[in-house]
């Protein structure tokens, strides 16, 4: 099957996708602001480099777009159709880093909260108060806990 686009647009287009400071990072950052939480942003000397850091209850945050990091189950973790192969293996390497670094992040002591980004699509008018994933005592947490089936339209 090809592309429906240009392999120029394509390139474009994947160019533009952004690493940090995304449409669910900023949310989440406003939204933890306005709850009175500080925190510190892409900590390079941590493994991962954590979108967020919050050293007082020892977290690293990571918000992870489902369709790049994989999502289990999430209606939005599609595979392109063209170059499968080349799709599958990046997606794989993207998962083992994600788990090498929440285990590094757990041998030096730190919890881990993964937020998916399609709980900002499903969720925006009710967030859960975050401050019980936050002051949880659990090494691994993720938010949502369970990602939605289908698109809302």
Known sequence: ????????????????????????????????????????????????????VLPRYKLAVFVHGCFWHRHPGCYYTTTPKTRQAFWEEKFLGNVRRDNRAYVELQHLGWRVLVVWECGFKHCRENLPDISNLIQS????????????????H
Request: aromatic content about 8%; proline content about 10%.
């Open 1 to 52: 099957m090809n592309d429906v686009v240009d392999s120029t647009t394509r390139s474009r287009m994947m160019q533009g996708i952004r690493g940090r400071d995304t449409k669910p990072e900023l949310f989440l950052r406003r939204y933890l602001h306005s709850l009175g939480y500080r925190f510190r942003l892409h900590r390079k000397d941590l493994p991962g480099s954590p979108d967020l």
């Open 137 to 152: 005592t659990n090494l691994h947490e993720e938010w949502p806990p369970s990602p939605p089936r289908q698109r809302e």
